[in-house]
């Protein structure tokens, strides 16, 4: 048979972001190479764009102008990290990675906590105890709506005023609640949930406690409950075994994921995926972490963010086998102790990526 082709958009973009995007670029044509002959083979056609902050240095802009008419038809973009001291933090990131979540309507973000054998978790309980569960961010509106303004009366020098209003749609909070309880149904633990911050923010947090009570109302069969942010904070580190998929807003889904990743061991570890379900406009896969300009350059960056966020590409596009035989490499690869510096080891990037290649092949 001969084997599907996926078009990637390839997007390091800056500091690590290329480094671990090389990596995980080969060990997926790796395992696109091993896999001729079976039922899911499949081939990869890269096109690498040098999107960025070195190309804004050089245009004036993050990315091509036409560039989301540039990246529409392909099946996927693999995404680095975005951000370099040089551009101000806002400009990259509104300028690239937020401009193609959102016009791609990309409102599903995915982001698995995995505990990886071999690495050392700060919690205690990740010895004993099977920890496993999936951040579900809503990526288009809530607080990163970039509603606002700066110096709305032009109140003088030190008077200066923002404004930063969150947006809060009942479209959008349902259908972000609505792929949770999907996304719980095909799991061990059917369970979602729900975090907000609505004893304070009682506009659009409310709007999203009442639309998730609705929704669960649909979905007797999966066990529900609803969380504040800073109680959930605490329970990530207290009570982690009783997560299953947690549903929340773009700001603290951002954060939680963040804090999920460091109790799993490392920043580096996370992966993520940016998902149009409607699949209208090509998804986005990323690791969790940005650009880290302390360690780039130097063959530290763990890439095993970006080939866990390969492998939710690989689901996306219908190869779950395929999928999880990345996986199965990203744990053989740990529980055998070739780790980088952030986890406690002392490989390369190289020989991190070199050995989840060697690790493909039973
Ligand atoms: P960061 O995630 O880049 O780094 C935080 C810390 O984690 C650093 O000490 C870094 O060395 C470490 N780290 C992160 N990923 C690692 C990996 N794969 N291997 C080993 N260590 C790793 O976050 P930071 O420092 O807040 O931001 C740096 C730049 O990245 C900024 O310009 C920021 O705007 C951008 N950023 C971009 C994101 C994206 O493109 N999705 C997400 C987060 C930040
Ligand atoms: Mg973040």
Redesign the pocket.
């Known amino acids: 048979t001969t084997p599907r082709t996926f078009r990637i958009a390839a997007i390091p973009?800056?500091?690590?972001?290329k480094?671990?995007v090389a990596a995980g670029r080969q060990v997926l044509d790796a395992l696109a190479a091993d896999s001729t002959g079976g039922t899911d083979a499949f081939a990869l056609d890269w096109q690498e764009f040098d999107w960025g902050c070195e190309y804004y240095a050089r245009t004036g802009k993050m990315m091509a102008d036409d560039g989301l008419d540039q990246l529409k038809d392909f099946d996927a973009i693999y995404?680095?990290?975005?951000?370099?001291?040089t551009?101000p933090?806002?400009v990259?990131?509104w300028g690239?990675?937020l401009r193609i979540c959102q016009n791609f309507d990309q409102w599903a973000n995915v982001r698995p906590v995995h505990f990886l054998p071999g690495v050392i978790s700060p919690l205690r309980k990740a010895d004993d105890t099977e920890l496993d569960w999936v951040v579900v961010r809503e990526n288009s509106e809530g607080e990163y709506a970039g509603l606002g303004g700066r110096n709305l009366s032009g109140r003088g020098p030190g008077g200066e005023v923002a404004v930063q209003s969150s947006l809060f749609t009942e479209v959008g909070c349902e259908r972000i609640i609505r792929f949770a309880f999907d996304l719980a149904r095909t799991r061990t633990r059917r369970k979602v949930s729900s975090v907000t911050k609505s004893n304070a923010q009682q506009y659009g947090m409310v709007l999203w406690d009442d639309v998730f009570k609705r929704v669960a109302a649909e979905y007797p069969d999966v066990e529900t409950e609803s969380v504040l942010v800073d109680a959930m904070s605490a329970k990530f580190v207290l009570r982690p075994e009783d997560l299953s998929v947690v549903v929340a807003s773009n700001l603290n889904a951002d954060i939680l994921s963040?804090l999920g990743s460091a109790l799993a061991g490392?920043?580096?570890?996370a992966a993520?995926a940016n998902l149009n379900p409607e699949r209208r406009f090509p998804s986005m896969f990323?690791?969790?972490?940005?650009?880290?300009?302390?360690?780039a350059g130097q063959g530290?960056?763990?890439?095993?963010?970006?080939v866990g966020s390969a492998a939710l590409m690989l689901e996306h596009f219908g190869l779950p086998d395929q999928a999880a035989r990345l996986n199965k490499a990203i744990e053989k690869t740990t529980a055998a102790g070739v780790l980088?510096?952030?986890?406690g080891g002392s490989a390369t990037?190289d020989e991190v990526t070199k050995t989840l290649i060697d690790a493909l092949t039973p």
């Open positions: 973009a800056d500091g690590i972001g480094e671990v995404f680095g990290a975005v951000g370099w001291p551009v933090d806002d990259s990131l690239l990675r963040d490392s920043l580096g570890l993520s990323e690791p969790v972490h940005g650009s880290a300009p302390d360690i530290l960056a763990n890439p095993i963010g970006a980088t510096r952030d986890v990037t």
